[in-house]
């Protein structure tokens, strides 16, 4: 009798431990299963992005989203604000996604999800919005630019979040230009100046501005060529004055000579020639006897002279 209820009370127990066992278990599922989880999401503007909750065990309890400015987005399948932007992905008692399109910096934020138990469960999820930076603009250009002058090239690109990386290069090695960061609102103007002196070695070198960011996959790029004039420049820029110059004056004195030569060889050639009128044959009675007497008088005839030039 004894060591059977000594058997029964050694069951007894293991049955206790059983059960103590399950409901720790239990009670864990339910106090750690039953909160939500999420994961900050990082887009670039424009893009899209997709904030999901998540919860391991759900007593049939609703899931919410709610924006930065605590505004409620969908509450489980129920959409809560107007936004045709935003639009539910899954909808369940263990996932609650939703999607942004066409986000812009101003959605940038801290967002809430809430599991409605007794009492709410709620975590947070950061949506990093990245500025794509415009393309770069290069000013301070002279053209063309003259021997000793100081001149500043600026770069400047507008838009980006974080700011973006300015650099230079002089043909293909860098060089190091001033930095200036300006915020407009949630996105960066960077600019970057270059100084230097003129020299005309810079003539036909290439500055090149290259702007860098996290959205590029390729940095942007914008070149301008320098252009110097200095004393005696032959360079390929511009004509050569002293040459044209030449070739106007060589052409002026063989003309002018052309002409002087000319002139002399006309002044030396005049032409003369000889008219004869026959004496006598305007008294003739008529034409023979006229004939007549101017055969007579040929040898006879008056030599006139003409002259021509």
């Known amino acids: 009798m004894i060591v059977k209820q ?37 887009v670039v503007e424009g ?43 899954r909808a369940s008692w263990q996932e609650l996604t939703i999607r942004i399109s066409d986000v812009s910096l101003s959605d940038e934020g801290t967002y809430t999800c809430s599991l409605f138990t007794m009492p709410v469960k709620t975590t947070k999820a950061f949506l990093t919005v990245l500025g794509v930076p415009g393309r770069p603009e290069i000013t301070g250009f002279t053209k063309p630019a003259k021997e000793d002058d100081v001149i500043t090239l600026t770069c400047t690109t507008s838009g980006s979040k974080p700011a973006a990386n300015i650099r230079w290069f002089r043909n293909d090695k860098e060089v190091q230009g001033s930095k200036e960061v300006n915020a407009t609102g949630k996105s960066f103007t960077v600019r970057s100046s270059l100084q230097f002196q003129v020299d005309k070695r810079d003539d036909g ?18 070149t301008e060529v320098l252009e110097v004039h200095y004393p005696n420049s032959l360079g390929p820029h511009g004509p050569d004055h002293a040459l044209i110059g030449g070739v106007v ?26 008219t004869h009128e026959a004496k006598g044959a305007e008294d003739a009675p008529d ?21 021509f030039i």
């Not at 924006?67 to 809560?80: I, V």
């Not at 063989?254 to 000319?262: D, E, K, R």
């Not at 034409?287 to 002259?307: L, M, P, R």
Request: aromatic share 10%.
């Open 6 to 42: 000594r058997l029964i009370f050694i069951l007894y127990s293991l049955c206790a431990s059983v059960f103590r066992v399950a409901a720790t278990k239990s009670k864990g599922k339910g106090s750690q299963g039953q909160f939500p989880i999420t994961q900050n999401v990082t």
């Open 47 to 89: 893009g899209a992005a997709n904030m999901t909750c998540r919860v391991d065990y759900n007593d049939n309890t609703s899931l919410q989203w709610s924006n930065p400015a605590q505004q409620t987005l969908f509450f489980g399948d129920k959409k809560a604000l107007r936004d045709h932007r935003i639009e539910l992905v």
């Open 287 to 307: 034409a023979d006897t006229a004939i007549i007497n101017a055969e007579g008088n040929h040898v006879h005839a008056e030599e006139k002279k003409e002259y």
């Open 249 to 274: 004056a060589v052409v002026v004195f063989i003309t002018l000579c052309l002409i002087i030569v000319l002139g002399r060889y006309l002044a030396r050639h005049k032409g003369t020639y000889l």
């Open 205 to 222: 070198v290439a500055y090149t501005c290259s702007v860098e960011h996290a959205t590029l996959s390729s940095p942007y790029m914008t």
